[in-house]
Nanobody, 125 residues
Framework: EVNLVESGGGSVEPGGSLSLSCVVS????????MGWFRQTPGREREAVVA????????LYLPSVKGRFTGSRLYGEKTIHLQMHSLLPRDTAKYYC??????????????????WGQGTQVTVSS
């Protein structure tokens, strides 16, 4: 069994910054992918970024390019999401996800096998 624990999130004014972290534990494969997704009520979950345990980040959401950065040290079981210049449209519940093997080359929530509980990010003045 694999478990994910997210931390961070909260409320911030437009233009502000927040950082999220997610730690994976349990029966974790050496080659794995951890990612961040977000979802707002009534909309599908969308992929933001993913990082592989051997290195390499994949950004899926063009609207966050230059503002959000996913990071994960080689072999580490923690993925971070640094969010800058936050906009009201970034308001969502952010979820951490895990899968064995490579990170998908496109937004594909269905290939991730384990999900965190989610953490709320609210951007509002």
């Amino acid at each position: 069994e694999v478990n994910l624990v997210e931390s961070g999130g909260g409320s911030v004014e437009p233009g502000g910054s927040l950082s999220l972290s997610c730690v994976v534990s349990g029966d974790v494969y050496e080659s794995n992918c951890m990612g961040w997704f977000r979802q707002t009520p009534g909309r599908e979950r969308e992929a933001v970024v993913a990082s592989h345990s051997y290195g390499g980040d994949t950004l899926y959401l063009p609207s966050v390019k230059g503002r959000f950065t996913g990071s994960r040290l080689y072999g580490e079981k923690t993925i971070h999401l640094q969010m800058h210049s936050l906009l009201p449209r970034d308001t969502a519940k952010y979820y951490c996800a895990y899968k064995v093997g490579d990170c998908p080359t496109r937004d594909d929530a269905g290939v991730f096998t384990t999900w965190g509980q989610g953490t709320q990010v609210t951007v509002s003045s």
